[in-house]
């Protein structure tokens, strides 16, 4: 979402420009587009001006989809130039409204991390493993940076190591290239920082090989950077598209095993070890404009699956398994646990 390319290789306000002008093309993306013009902005070192998209985002008449995501960048932005107070508030209404998604909780306790507020991001981040991963078998692929940013900051208070350090360890053990094999502890060692002035060769040669490791992590997460996908229909959208084009009943005999076959594949798509997995919702103008522009027929099988990688590229895809405690995501209103959740479903 952030780019990070720079400045002296790109002209971020341009590209920001660009973004903006694009919103009047694809209003429907407007939110996607202007956290990226934002984040363009920040980077050119034109902070009120992010600031300004982060209020227009926020002030929009429409329906927002990450409203805590916004505040949480405008919060972190408006730190960055001198306006702690402000910034201080809208961290503890973030904090106060508990999103259910990790991003915004990364971004506050990071924040608060960068401004040596490591007491208060350790707090913050122990808050968000706490709502949403508690009692998980296996951690969400969405909520492992706030694992990791935990441990890191941990480290860096120098306090012990507890249970949700010995999950994070786990988790990045599990995610590690066999060629680079760096733990946790080591990448986040206070005393790294120490050593990139030593003179010591030795110590400069380990530190090159962590770096390596971390830069290893970061283009792993960054080679997918947004979910597989699942295609998911509501069920009137689903009854329009399958009366529209006769040819894909064989595809959707029935709302309820469209549904089911969703779970299940999902499912096995975890099972097998595949990570960051998410349902994007179709509809029907949506899928028909995305046809034409591919010259395709909206009848054609074989679409269906990239009309759902271009919705999860342009953001629309929401992670799964759903948050503790979070609707599932059929759209039933039902908890995700007793609905499509439930073992043996």
């Not at 306790?109 to 709502?131: C, V, Y």
């Not at 890191?152 to 290239?177: C, F, I, K, P, Q």
Request: net charge negative; glycine share 6%; hydrophobic share 40%.
């Amino acid at each position: 979402m952030r780019p990070d390319t720079p400045a002296e290789n790109v002209d971020h306000l341009a590209e920001a420009a660009r973004l903006e002008r694009t919103t009047g093309l694809y209003p429907e993306d407007a939110e996607h587009l202007l956290l990226q013009a934002s984040a363009h902005l920040e980077l050119a070192g034109d902070r009120p001006a992010a600031t300004a998209l982060y209020d227009r985002l926020l002030q929009s008449p429409g329906s927002l989809e990450n409203p805590h995501l916004i505040r949480a960048l405008k919060a972190s932005n408006l730190w960055e130039y001198g306006h702690e107070a402000e910034a201080r508030a809208i961290i503890d209404g973030v904090r106060a409204e508990a999103p259910r998604d990790p991003a915004p909780w990364v971004i506050v306790a990071e924040s608060l991390e960068s401004h040596d507020e490591l007491e208060a991001a350790q707090e913050t981040f122990t808050q968000a493993a706490r709502l949403l991963i508690a009692n998980a078998q296996e951690p969400p692929y969405s909520t492992h940076p706030l694992l990791y940013g935990r441990h890191r900051v941990r480290r860096m208070l120098g306090v012990a190591h507890d249970e949700w350090d010995m999950v994070a360890d786990t988790v990045h053990s599990s995610h590690s290239s066999p060629s680079s094999p760096v733990s946790l502890d080591e990448l986040h060692d206070p005393k790294r920082v120490w050593s990139l002035g030593s003179d010591n060769p030795a110590e400069l040669e380990a530190e090159i090989s962590r770096l390596r490791a971390e830069l290893g992590a970061f283009r792993e997460a960054l080679s997918r950077p947004f979910p597989v996908a699942v295609l998911h229909w509501p069920a009137g959208e689903l009854a329009e598209l399958v009366g529209a084009y006769p040819g894909l009943a064989d595809e959707y005999p029935s709302h309820e095993e469209h549904l089911a076959t969703i779970e299940a594949s999902l499912r096995e798509l975890a099972a097998s070890g595949t990570a960051n997995l998410g349902i994007v919702t179709g509809t029907v103008p949506s899928y028909e404009a995305f046809a034409a522009s591919e010259a395709a027929s909206p009848g054609d099988i074989d679409l269906l699956p990239q009309y759902a990688t271009t919705l999860a590229a342009r953001g629309k895809a929401v992670g799964w398994p759903p948050q503790r405690g979070a609707v599932c995501w059929c759209g039933s209103g039902a908890a995700y646990e007793g609905c499509h959740g439930r073992v043996g479903v």
